[in-house]
């Protein structure tokens, strides 16, 4: 089976950075879409970012200019580069992916969710 595995979450302080990283393992064939969400304590889970197999990449207004969102193919891996963090970016952050993938019979395609990794900007 797949999964992805997220890392990278903390405490920071207004205007600090984190780097999240999301590794996606299992019988892979193909990785396409892959993307960040978050969600905070009462509000509905919103798209960060999303990045395409051919790293074309589309952001939130509120994080445009702030967070870099990349891909490494031969690895499997999607990241979030997120400077000049805000308390409003305060959340639990979701990796996201469309992955074709060998059930073992046939290949089938699905999306994917990781466990999610709490990010909290306070002073």
């Known amino acids: 089976q797949v999964q992805l595995v997220e890392s990278g979450g903390g405490l920071v302080q207004p205007g600090g950075s984190l780097r999240l990283s999301c590794a996606a393992s299992?019988?892979?064939?193909?990785?396409?879409?892959m993307g960040w969400y978050r969600q905070a304590p009462g509000k509905q889970r919103e798209l960060v970012a999303d990045i395409t197999s051919s790293s074309r990449a589309n952001y939130a207004d509120s994080v445009k200019d702030r967070f870099t969102i990349s891909r490494d193919n031969a690895k499997n891996t999607v990241y979030l580069q997120m400077n000049r963090l805000k308390p409003e970016d305060t959340a639990v952050y979701y990796c996201n992916a469309a992955i074709t993938y060998n059930t073992g019979s046939y290949p089938s395609r699905n999306t994917f969710w990781g466990q999610g990794t709490q990010v909290t900007v306070s002073s």
């Open positions: 299992g019988s892979i064939f193909a990785i396409n879409a």
